[in-house]
Nanobody, 123 residues
């Protein structure tokens, strides 16, 4: 089990920035690939970004590439998502997730999920 807790969501204007955090419990955090997904009302949960357990490998959805940055601190058991140049279409509940495979954009590869944090971008 890898309990995950997201924080940092809120209301922001278009063009602004938000930093999300995902805190994990336990001593195995550093062995997991970590990912961010999001789900807007009435839509499927979609991939946003993922980072390997070393932090050296990252992948991003095309819709956020160049605007979002995923990082992690294994000493503190925390993963972050820096979200810049936000758009109204980024509005969603953001979830962090953990998996034992290489970074993947497939949500079925992820075994553990947080409860999500809401990000709302106003136009």
């Amino acid at each position: 089990q890898v309990p995950l807790v997201e924080s940092g969501g809120g209301l922001v204007q278009a063009g602004g920035s938000v930093r999300l955090s995902c805190a994990a419990s336990g001593r195995t955090f550093s062995t997991y690939t970590m990912g961010w997904f999001r789900q807007a009302p009435g839509k499927e949960r979609e991939f946003v970004a993922a980072i390997s357990w070393t932090g050296f490998n990252t992948i991003y959805a095309d819709s956020v590439k160049g605007r979002f940055i995923v990082s992690r601190n294994n000493a503190d058991n925390v993963m972050t998502l820096q979200m810049n140049s936000l758009k109204p279409e980024d509005t969603a509940v953001y979830y962090c997730a953990a998996c034992i495979m290489a970074p993947s954009d497939n949500r079925r590869a992820y075994n553990y999920w947080g409860q999500g944090t809401q990000v709302t971008v106003s136009s």
